[in-house]
């Protein structure tokens, strides 16, 4: 694990592969989760002569946050990194792939993009996230405490051995409760205010790959599949079965995607260009 200060922020980063390999992913993780959950994916075969960059979303998994919480400031300053490590393509998972959207769609990032575990309208996200920031309204951190607390059974109901399952807790619990409520409620007020995801996709020159499980995190409401059916640069992939964690537990399969992404990527590596000016300020309530 290393610290690498990148333009506007510190990012918490596992790069793995030749440093001269022809191509370098970025990867995304999704929401409170750490670097440390693409290992199964970065240790997959078919990419073993790729450069992977995992890096921990800025605030999350104890990481410090920066002073613009906005999704689009994140878009930014995930570009930003992406140009320093010459990345042509970048995967998300969740939180993670809703950054990922905006690289592309406000930050200048031109590579595919593979989004997974996503929910791109506050309809489609988790009415658990709802309840929590109501809750936080009137008590406070109090119930990012609880969140915290639901890491351990969350992991026991997926096929993650139970080894990997402690390491990944450890990860989880580094987060703090008051830095969690102001996520999240960041990540909600933008979720409000998206335009509807195919929209915001046809406008992109560029393959996109959205992959979600039959059950899981991340869903896609009826409006936003038939969106999606005019796109023809997206295809949606779906994994059957229940999954909560795609990049643990559906590793060859996300694998198997960024092979073919990056067979769409031309000789000429992709330059992601973004504003050195931070966008927006802080709401009210972020502080």
């Known amino acids: 694990m290393m610290i690498s200060r990148t333009l506007d922020v510190d990012w918490e980063l596992r790069e793995t592969g030749p440093a001269e390999a022809r191509h370098c992913v970025l990867l995304l993780p999704g929401g409170a989760c750490s670097a440390a959950f ?14 992977l960059v995992a890096a921990t979303l800025p605030g999350h998994a104890g990481t410090p946050a920066p002073s613009n919480l906005s999704t689009q400031n994140y878009g930014r300053l995930a570009a930003q990194l992406a140009a320093v490590k010459h990345c042509d393509t970048v995967l998300g998972f969740s939180m993670g792939s809703t950054v990922a959207l905006e690289m592309a769609t406000t930050a200048g990032f031109t590579g595919p993009l593979i989004l997974t575990g996503a929910s791109f309208s506050r309809k489609a996200e988790s009415t ?15 119930p990012y405490t609880f969140m915290r607390s639901m890491f351990g059974p969350m992991l026991r109901q997926s096929r993650i051995p139970a080894q990997r399952q402690a390491e990944l807790l450890a990860e989880f ?22 335009p509807l995801i195919g929209d915001r ?38 994994i059957s079965g229940r ?4 990049p643990n537990e559906h590793p060859a399969q996300l694998a198997a995607l960024i092979v073919e992404a990056l067979a769409t990527v031309s000789a000429t590596p992709v ?8 966008i927006g300020r802080p709401r009210a309530s972020d502080t």
């Open 38 to 51: 693409y290992n199964e994916l970065t240790a997959e075969p078919a990419l073993a002569g790729l450069r």
């Open 128 to 142: 658990m996230l709802e309840v929590l920031d109501a809750l936080a309204r009137v008590t406070g951190a109090l």
């Open 173 to 194: 619990k580094r987060n703090r409760p008051g830095t969690l409520r102001k996520l999240i409620r960041a990540y909600l007020h933008d979720l409000r205010h998206e």
């Open 201 to 238: 996709l046809r406008a992109l020159d560029v393959p996109v790959w959205i992959v979600h499980a039959d059950k899981g995190d991340g869903r896609l409401t009826t409006q936003e599949r038939r969106s999606l059916e005019e796109c023809p640069n997206v295809s949606v992939v779906t």
């Open 243 to 246: 999954s909560f964690f795609l």
């Open 271 to 278: 330059k992601a260009t973004a504003p050195a000016c931070e």
